[in-house]
């Protein structure tokens, strides 16, 4: 598998309009949005499906990246 490909299945948790939301990199718009961000983490990891989930702070910078096994 390419780095491209890897790339395009990261599952970010961002900061979204007062929640937190859940977005495949490489696509426009969010998954989902959830009220709180452990929630928000919880999605993340349902649809990672095995690949990376990168959980950002407000901020935007990156807290934590739980890599694929």
Known sequence: MTERMRTNQRVHVISRNGG???????????????????????????ISKGHDVIVHHRDGSVQKWQRDK
Do not use: D, I, L, N
């Open 20 to 46: 937190w939301a859940v977005k495949k990199e490489g696509h426009s718009k969010a998954f989902k949005v959830y009220s709180t961000k452990s929630a928000a983490e919880k999605g993340a990891k349902r």
